[in-house]
């Protein structure tokens, strides 16, 4: 049998996603209960673009389960180039028992999963942010103390943290839409995809380019920064593309019971106004502290003996 990875989130069902975040609201409640559960085990991170996040609480959270983790500089192992990506996961699956990869093109995650012997799991990619948003949606969860019905906005780019928000929400019944300027729409395969899951799960996943208005109804209201890892040169068009797509006072002032949240790291004064993430309605450090008890929530369920090894 093949192992089970995490590339998007688009390969685990609703029920699946329901219990990542139940299990890693019970890995936050009582942390000791899981203290052996990757005993003797070891997680290979390879990153390819900076990360403090994303490398910390993999870090951590390996060790907090028992297991060890090793900290991979992608300019080192140099994936792709001094090997092939499949020869590099045929030689890590013969060392290590999952692997977490933060890299640019998301096919290299694709083609890392359909050539390893041990579970892949997405730290980021162009195109995807899947353990991100399971914290997300667990700080959600324990603000409202459910998810079902509840309307996420997300202004800003449509880069990956939004195809991972479309995703998820469609996954957990979760209204999503996403408020972004001209010509920098998410992914169309990815939002009709979202859009055919939320049908099932009753989630309406939208997109418009009319930022008035259109927080009104928000439970959460979500941005990201403008110019992604890998988007550096077109920072100054895009600050000035993304004018009116702030999100500050005024705009977080007509959904004055909803709560704001940002990956991180965050650019004050560009995407967001100091006043809202440092303000009442922000949640982001919670959000941040609960990459954590998700990331151990995905390891416990793809590294702890219950993702079946294959032939590699
Ligand atoms: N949000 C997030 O992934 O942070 P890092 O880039 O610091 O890992
Ligand atoms: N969209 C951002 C997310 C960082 C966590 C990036 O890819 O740089």
Known sequence: MNPRHLLTLEEFSPKEVSGLLGLAAKIKKSPSNYQKALAGQCLAMIFDKSSARTRISFE?????????????????????????????????????????????????????????????????????????????????????????????????????????LMIISAKTGVHCRVVCPP?????????????????????????????????????VVYTDVWASMGQESEKEKRVKDFQGYQVNEKLMSESPKAIFLHCLPAHRGEEVSAGVIDGKQSRVWDQAENRLHAQKAVLVTLLSGKAKRSKN
Do not use: W
């Open 183 to 219: 010509g920098y729409e998410p992914d169309s395969t990815i939002l009709k995809s979202a859009q055919k899951e939320g049908e099932k799960t009753g989630s309406r996943i939208e997109m418009t380019h009319q930022v008035e208005g259109s927080t009104k109804a928000a439970d």
């Open 60 to 164: 951590v959270g390996t060790y907090q389960l028992g297991g060890h983790a090793l900290f991979i500089n992608g300019s080192e192992i140099q994936i792709g180039k001094r090997e092939s990506v499949s020869d590099t996961a045929k030689v890590l699956s013969r060392y290590v028992q999952g692997v977490m990869i933060r890299t640019y093109a998301h096919s290299i995650v694709e083609e890392l999963a359909e050539n390893s012997g041990v579970p892949i799991i997405n730290g980021l990619t162009d195109s995807h942010h899947p353990c991100q948003v399971l914290a997300d949606f667990q700080t959600v969860q324990e603000e409202f103390g459910k998810l079902k019905g509840l309307q996420l906005v997300y202004v800003g780019d449509g880069n990956n943290m939004t195809h991972s």
